[in-house]
């Protein structure tokens, strides 16, 4: 384990001179009030766990590619990195590896990172675990023969994690509790890898046109987060991805218009700080990501909530609330269950809370907190390790939402409220019966 921080602080060394730090913090929306508790500790991922958000401080993202190399697209994607100065990390495949190595020494002179998507991008459930084994071993070969470094950075395909037991030859018939990350973990661990998550996906497999795709990032990105985009597909070699090209472009310009930085994925973990909070068994709030510009009544609140989950914390039982309260009355609310069964380091939630239209102009609070669910009809509420402070049930996170003075000639018009009334999210179940009944 040792290895695997030495290797990614070694790399944060060399490559700190093009790290440009925006000194700006989050603007309009959510306003950084406070300081985190002295008591919680750096985020620090060994090898094992997986990453799949990074807390930090600044404006700052990590720009990820699987499937490649892959020509002539890949080759567009490093001319377009090159022209924005830009450095991303790219998680390869094996065989596209051994057929285009030139392309993957191109990405080293260039100062990308080099992650390990497997050798033959199988989906890992239905391989046993010495084959997966073998696939995360022969894919950091392949990398390794070219750029003579082998990665330490993996991302499972598909990410689909397989099943947990060791002697296991087929994962039909796993249970859910043990179908996702349980077994890739200690499998990660054995090989020395730090699995490598997503906190905001393209959904670049799909067909839609590429300022849709952009979009859907653009509303979800915010300091920390780990981009993918796909700038190969599965083994395919030439597979079309003008459309990833296109959306990293349009990404790229509407990142830096924001004040935003790119780091590689080593960079981004290197910068780590302290969870947002920690409860106890083990889980912590990672951070909250919201996009910028404040909300206006009748308008959405897209919050995602990046928690994190160990194996043994009964996560299936576990649910984290959201309030948004305004002179202590509530505004809005949101309970989710927070995961099922896995040991995921983060796991995202997205929580998309609609501000009423009664909501006055001015601060809010934002609180988050989770319960555990304790049979029927009862919930005990984790004790908090941080020194933020609890208002009744939920920690108060040190955060001010700003409500927007509606205007004479948008009010009521915003494409979100119409698309998600406020009657949607505003009759869930009370605090006090978080988890009750919920299946
Ligand atoms: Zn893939």
């Keep these: 384990m040792k290895d695997v921080r030495r290797i990614i602080e070694g790399h944060f060394a060399s490559a700190s001179k093009f790290c440009t730090l925006s000194a700006s913090i989050v603007s309009a929306v959510f306003a950084l009030a406070g300081c985190r508790g002295p008591e919680l500790l750096p985020f620090r991922p060994q090898a094992g766990d997986l990453v799949s958000y990074v807390p930090v401080s600044g404006r700052v993202v990590a720009l990820t590619f699987d499937d490649g190399p892959n020509e002539p697209y890949t080759s567009q994607v490093l001319d377009v990195l090159d022209r924005e100065s830009v450095r991303a990390t790219f998680f390869l495949v094996g065989t596209n590896v051994e057929r285009s190595p030139d392309t993957v020494r191109r990405m080293v002179q260039a100062g990308h990172a080099i992650g390990n998507h497997s050798y033959d991008h199988p989906r890992f459930d239905q391989i046993s675990y010495a084959a997966r084994r073998d696939e995360i071993r022969r894919g950091a070969d392949a990398i390794a023969a070219v750029t003579g470094v082998r990665p330490v950075l993996f991302r499972d395909p598909f990410g689909i994690f397989g099943p947990d037991e060791e002697s296991g030859t087929n994962a039909v018939g796993v249970t859910a509790s043990d179908r996702r990350y349980r077994g890739l973990a200690g499998l990660c661990r054995a090989e020395n890898q730090i699995n490598v998550g997503v906190s905001v996906h393209a959904y670049d497999w799909h067909n839609d046109p590429p300022e849709v795709m952009s979009e859907y990032m653009l509303r979800r990105v915010s300091p920390g987060a780990i981009l993918l985009l796909h700038d190969g597909h599965d083994v395919q070699l030439g597979f079309n991805r003008a459309v990833a090209v296109k959306v990293l472009e349009q990404v790229l310009a509407a990142l830096k218009a924001r004040g935003y930085t790119f780091v ?48 043994e914390a009964e996560s299936s039982a576990l649910v984290g609330f959201v309030h948004l309260r305004q002179r202590g009355h509530m505004l809005a609310q949101s309970d989710n269950v927070l995961s099922d069964g896995s040991d995921m380091w983060a796991q995202v939630l997205e929580v998309p809370l609609v501000v009423p239209d009664r909501a006055a102009p001015g601060a809010c609070e934002l609180s988050v907190g989770a319960t555990w669910r304790e049979g029927t009809g009862s919930a005990r509420r984790l004790a908090v390790s941080s020194s933020l402070s609890v208002h009744r049930r939920a920690v108060l996170l040190p955060y001010a939402v700003r409500i927007a003075a509606p205007s004479p000639n948008t009010a009521g018009t915003d494409s979100s409220s119409t698309l998600h009334p406020p009657t949607s999210t505003l009759h869930l179940p009370a605090p006090t019966a978080a988890g009750a009944g919920r299946s």
Aim: glycine share 12%; charged share 15%.
């Design 264 to 311: 590689t994925v080593p960079e981004l973990i290197a910068r780590a700080e302290a969870p947002q909070a920690a409860f106890d068994r083990g889980v912590s709030l990672l951070g909250i990501g919201a996009p910028d510009g404040a909300v206006a009544p009748g308008g959405r609140l897209l919050l995602r909530c990046y928690w994190s989950v160990p194996a």
